[in-house]
């Protein structure tokens, strides 16, 4: 079918509303979800390019049913983007076993539904491209991020393993990661949550930086509606990129890491290389 009509179905965020924007100003049909469809069309508006579903990427059966409903308006899924998410903050021993594990139904498990629910459409057709949106995080931990940074590693192994699965169906993988921009990721109560816990060796340390984090809101230094265009310049390629880091600071913050990183193998060069089993 002809790029400017793909359809690309997309996660609802301050990130997704501009993603939606540039896709439906490039022409692309655009299905849109949030836990609430009013969502999106009060933040988009009513188009014949648009299909707003409600959508709790958390219910299996939920993801099918919109897979199906985009299949029913649209006729085909030529792009997935991932991208729902929030941040438990804090420090480990301070966020709860339930918080932790709900940090990763909405950011791992979520992402793995609508995917599952995606793929026979795709696989069906023989082509088709997921992004899944993880962070700077999924590559460099952080402090305080103990629960978003397991969510978003986790999210990238399973990027980099599954593009080895739908490389022959002719199904492209891109993972995104986005350094610090202006979206609701950092509003209190929408998608920050701060830990349930309280120990007293960290007391101090998380009332700073719980302020620290408070008083980023809204001042991140990247643009979503330039991301969001990126990504559907990206969408249009023959040969998209397996990852792309996006923001001047993760560009910089992923080479720092890959120089840790090989200085960390060479340090213990020889130890590490002496591992076989001798007279083998």
Not at 81 to 100: K, L
Not at 188 to 206: F, H, N, Q, V
Not at 219 to 235: H, N
Request: net charge negative; proline share 3%; aromatic share 8%.
């Amino acid at each position: 079918m002809p790029r400017t009509r793909r359809r690309t179905a997309v996660r609802h965020s301050l990130l997704g509303v501009d993603l939606a924007k540039a896709a439906l100003q490039a022409g692309h049909r655009v299905v849109g979800t949030a836990r609430d469809a009013f969502k999106v069309t009060a933040a988009l508006g009513k188009h014949e390019n648009l299909l707003a579903l409600s959508l709790d990427v958390t219910d299996e059966a939920a993801s099918v049913a919109a897979a199906q409903a985009a299949v029913e308006r649209f006729g085909s899924i030529d792009v997935l983007v991932n991208n729902a998410g929030n941040f438990y903050a804090g420090y480990f021993e301070e966020i709860s076993d339930r918080q932790m594990r709900l940090q990763m139904e909405t950011n791992f498990f979520g992402p793995l539904n609508v995917t599952r629910a995606i793929l026979p459409v795709m696989r069906a057709q023989r082509s088709g491209h997921i992004f899944t949106i993880t962070s700077a995080a999924g590559l460099i931990g952080q402090e305080f991020c103990a629960a978003y940074a397991a969510s978003k590693f986790a999210l990238e192994g399973w990027m980099e393993s599954l593009r080895y699965d739908l490389e022959p169906f002719g199904i492209h993988t891109t993972t995104v990661e986005p350094g610090f921009f202006r979206t609701e990721l950092l509003v209190e109560g929408a998608s920050s949550i701060w830990p349930e816990l309280s120990i007293e060796d960290y007391k101090d340390r998380t009332t700073a930086t719980i302020a620290a984090w408070k008083g980023m809101n809204g001042k991140q230094g990247g643009d979503p509606a330039k991301l969001g265009a990126a990504l559907v310049t990206l969408a249009a390629l023959d040969t998209p990129p397996l990852r792309f880091v996006a923001g001047a600071d993760v560009v910089t913050g992923v080479e720092e890491k890959a120089a840790l990183l090989l200085a960390q193998v060479d340090a213990h060069r020889d130890l590490s290389s002496a591992m076989g089993i001798e007279n083998a």
